[in-house]
T-cell receptor, first 115, second 111 residues
């Protein structure tokens, strides 16, 4: 158990809809990262937050947005969903602002299926 | 941003030592090298991290030459349960930090 909690574990929805994925980082971790992993694909970095502020942005679509709340949990909002958005969405957390000197702890992921 | 290159896949047999090499020619001075393991439908799990020379823990060793342009993850005596994807990761703090995973190496351990 990494200590990172993601909900829901599974989500099935239709094209055009909007969903929210939630992540609770490990206790004390200030950084939260979101990744997308499509079938048999690598991990695509989407966005990072540190203590409530956006820290880095990767290949995140304009239809997607995220935020980190004062209690440090984070939400990833996906709107106007398309079939290609079907994927595993992982959240990770780390203690510091820069993860290159520390370990990322990943949650078990939220599997999104868009029909 | 340091880009990494790893073999797409490797096969091995139980009990053998497996070495997976990662190239990262543009590694920055402040970057560390980290390896993760991922099983299907699970989040990646940290294996080992190093900056230079050699690092060893209870599951693996990491060899980094002096120029730091590559690194080798060494898994001693693999078992079937080591079948997974292994990612080499080089952190970058250029223009805002991004943790970029490459395509990874799919290791298949046979009996």
């Amino acid at each position: 158990d990494s200590g990172v909690t993601q909900t829901p574990k599974h989500l099935i929805t239709a094209t055009g809809q909007r969903v929210t994925l939630r992540c609770s980082p490990r206790s004390g971790d200030l950084s939260v990262y979101w990744y997308q992993q499509s079938l048999d694909q690598g991990l695509q970095f989407l966005i990072q937050y540190y203590n409530g502020e956006e820290r880095a942005k990767g290949n995140i679509l304009e239809r997607f947005s995220a935020q980190q709340f004062p209690d440090l949990h984070s939400e990833l909002n996906l709107s106007s969903l398309e079939l290609g958005d079907s994927a595993l969405y992982f959240c990770a957390s780390s203690a510091g602002r820069i993860a290159n000197t520390g370990e990322l702890f990943f949650g078990e992921g939220s599997r999104l299926t868009v029909l | 941003l340091a880009k990494t290159t790893q073999p797409i896949s490797m096969d091995s047999y139980e009990g053998q030592e497996v070495n997976i090499t990662c190239s990262h020619n543009n590694i920055a001075t402040n970057d560390y090298i980290t390896w993760y393991q991922q099983f299907p439908s699970q989040g990646p799990r940290f294996i080992i991290q190093g900056y230079k020379t050699k690092v060893t823990n209870e599951v693996a060793s990491l060899f980094i030459p002096a120029d730091r342009k590559s690194s080798t993850l060494s898994l001693p005596r693999v078992s079937l349960s080591d079948t997974a994807v292994y990612y080499c990761l080089v952190g970058s703090n250029t223009g805002g930090f991004k943790t970029i995973f490459g395509a990874g190496t799919r290791l298949f351990v046979k009996a």
